[in-house]
């Protein structure tokens, strides 16, 4: 079995990745919190740990993967371990953009769904399980009953805390681990004279005027940010997980507190190796709005240019290195994509169409070793810390040995095709099936009638101050799987 290599912040070294089922990766990496667009930023992560999943499968992996979407409980002052400020759902329903939505509830639902359309633009692979923080709230509720009854977490007037007096090693993943620089450094996270120690976290808040709420043991409120990415990884995953991923702003505290509780409910390891991704600049500075370099997906897109181009220009330079994003390395990677594409069509021409998903392996010519060789080096550099900078390299010299051919024979475009469907399933860079658009689904009828049809008589309903018929008809929509939303602009409906 081969190895694959990546760095392991734990432990501070480049090592092999060490499955605890052989050849089988079970793999969690913190997904967004949907109180807005995610950014480029974000997916520059998302995409590295979308090359994680296509270099383990490259080389016979199983994956079982899990992404989470957090819904409820992210704080706005998370730097710290115990944060304080708006809950971001709250605070986006309070905003300008939140002015469209009813309630915080259909805020999540628009963004979860717009997260997941840019996560297929740019041709990201689904997770094994995208779970939801508000779908697993009763585990959260368990694991925290179980760390008070093991007395790792205490109850005050304000909520339950973790106490990280209770575990050593609170501390091993970030490096923080002087506990007095570490009170002085969080003594602005919330007080509350209960707390044993100012550097606690929550775990449960108790708060029964948030607009999203729960029953508990402790009374109404909602959990802590950490908890959830705990329960739901060892849930689909395990007590003990083999790999765990997200940027660099999460090591401390979300990761580390991850651990602590994690470690303190089970008595295993929670996680046998981490991986971390550097922030991505934009035009040489931190995206700002303020400062006009703050893009998301669609940003970029509704300006026209391709999204196999944006992926290709975000995971360009390896995942642990500086990333200055431009607009002309955008279009520079325009120009590179487009290179891949035009050996597929060349490929098609004497291939037919359906061409990408029928390539077998390389054969024994010249082209068909020569393309295998530069293959080769490219997953190689994959697997050595995801060295992207050089797989790219690799995928480009072979798409040139592929159209430096002035006439292709039918074994050289098998050989070829060989090449860009290795090259797709290991980079997702060439787009050759991704930038097909889907067939339009029909419009569903719900008892005879399509559902634009109802949304119309809805809001004539509406209109009439017929309440009574225009909830009938949300119910009725509601059950058949529609999901509708009112805007300033009208009634959207969309499947659930």
């Avoid at 329960?231 to 007590?239: H, P």
């Avoid at 490219?378 to 006439?407: C, F, H, P, Q, W």
């Avoid at 930038?435 to 949304?455: D, F, N, R, Y």
């Avoid at 209109?463 to 009634?491: H, W």
Wanted: proline share 3%; with cysteine; glycine share 8%.
């Amino acid at each position: 079995m081969r190895e694959f290599k990546l760095y392991d912040t734990l432990s501070r070294t480049v090592k092999p990745i060490t499955t605890s089922e052989p050849g089988h990766l079970k793999f969690y990496s913190c997904g967004p919190t949907v109180y807005s667009y995610a950014h480029i930023g974000n997916f520059r992560t998302f995409l590295t740990t979308d090359l994680v999943i296509r270099t383990a499968e490259a080389i016979g992996w199983d994956v079982t993967y899990v992404s989470n979407i957090t819904d409820v409980g992210h704080l706005t002052q998370d730097d710290v371990a115990d944060a304080a400020g708006d809950d971001k759902m709250a605070k986006a329903l309070a905003s300008k953009e939140g002015d469209q939505f009813a309630n915080v509830w259909d805020l999540a639902r628009f963004y979860a769904v717009a997260f997941e359309d840019d996560w297929k633009r740019l041709n990201l692979k689904t997770p094994t399980v995208r779970p939801r923080a508000t779908e697993h709230m009763r585990e959260q509720i368990v694991a925290v009953e179980d760390l008070i009854k093991k007395g790792h977490a205490y109850e005050t007037p304000t909520g339950v805390y973790f106490s990280v007096d209770s575990f050593e090693e609170y501390g091993k993943l970030s490096g923080n681990t002087d506990r007095e620089n570490l009170q002085v450094a969080v003594r602005d996270v919330v007080q509350d004279d209960n707390k044993k120690n100012p550097a606690d976290f929550a775990l449960w808040k108790k708060d029964d005027k948030h607009l999203m709420q729960w029953f508990s043991p402790w009374g109404w409120g909602f959990p802590g940010w950490h908890i959830e990415c705990s329960v739901m990884a060892q849930k689909y995953l395990g007590d003990t997980i083999d790999l765990h991923g997200g940027g660099e702003d999460l090591k401390f505290p979300h990761h580390e507190c991850e651990i602590a509780q994690s470690e303190a409910g089970t008595g295993k390891p929670f996680c046998n190796h981490w991986m971390h991704v550097t922030f991505l600049q934009v035009e040489g500075e931190k995206m700002s709005k303020s400062k006009g370099n703050f893009f998301t997906v669609r940003d970029l897109l509704e300006q026209g240019f391709d999204p196999i181009a944006l992926r290709y220009a975000l995971i360009s330079v390896p995942y642990r290195k500086p990333h200055n994003f431009t607009i002309q390395t955008l279009k520079d990677a325009e120009g590179n994509v487009e290179r891949f594409r035009e050996a597929g069509r060349r490929i098609e021409a004497i291939l037919g169409e359906g061409w990408l998903e029928s390539a077998g392996d390389f054969g024994s010519d010249q082209l068909g070793q020569e393309l295998s060789g530069i293959y080769e080096q490219g997953l190689n550099a994959m697997l050595d810390d995801l060295n992207t900078s050089v797989a790219i390299a690799k995928a480009l010299e072979g798409t040139k040995a592929i159209l430096r051919i002035s006439s292709l024979s039918e074994s050289d475009a098998k050989e070829g095709a060989a090449f860009l469907a290795k090259v797709e399933a290991l980079l997702g860079i060439t787009g050759l099936i991704a930038t097909q658009e889907p067939e339009e689904e029909a419009e569903p009828e719900i008892e005879g009638k399509l559902v634009s049809v109802w949304v119309t008589e809805r809001d004539e309903a509406k209109k009439n101050k017929d309440y009574a018929t225009s909830d009938l008809i949300r119910n009725k929509l509601t059950a058949a799987g529609i999901e509708l939303r009112d805007t300033p602009d009208g009634t959207v409906w969309a499947k659930r």
